[in-house]
């Protein structure tokens, strides 16, 4: 199972960023995926889910109204479009599943929201 995250990046407030997670090794369909975050010196919080089938997304209300989480099961792929982006938001983004009872991880990538 690998996780890969891309389009990190340094934006200013108010800005847009969208992230990638590009899966392989699993069946990605069959899958919840999720967002997580660890801004520095905290502990990593769940950003967002979005569920297999149906589509169903949970925000933490840290960014509910501003991300929006989506898949594309062709590509494997989970997407989180960050906007209104806050100086609070920087931080390491993660991709996460669990499969089989295991917690699989990408390695991150790195937002940063400054002026």
């Known amino acids: 199972v690998q996780l890969v995250e891309s389009g990190g990046g340094l934006v200013q407030p108010g800005g847009s960023l969208i992230l990638s997670c590009a899966t392989s090794?699993?069946?990605?369909?069959?899958?919840?995926m999720s967002w997580y975050r660890q801004a520095p010196g905290k502990q990593r919080e769940w950003v967002s889910y979005i569920t297999n089938t149906d589509g169903i997304t949970n925000y933490a209300d840290s960014v509910k109204g501003r991300f929006t989480i989506s898949r594309d099961n062709a590509k494997n792929t989970v997407y989180l479009q960050m906007n209104s982006l806050k100086p609070e938001d920087t931080a390491v983004y993660y991709c996460?599943?669990?499969?089989?009872?295991?917690?699989?991880w990408g390695k991150g990538t790195l937002v940063t929201v400054s002026s």
């Open positions: 090794g699993f069946t990605f369909s069959s899958y919840v």
């Open positions: 996460f599943t669990r499969r089989g009872g295991m917690d699989y």
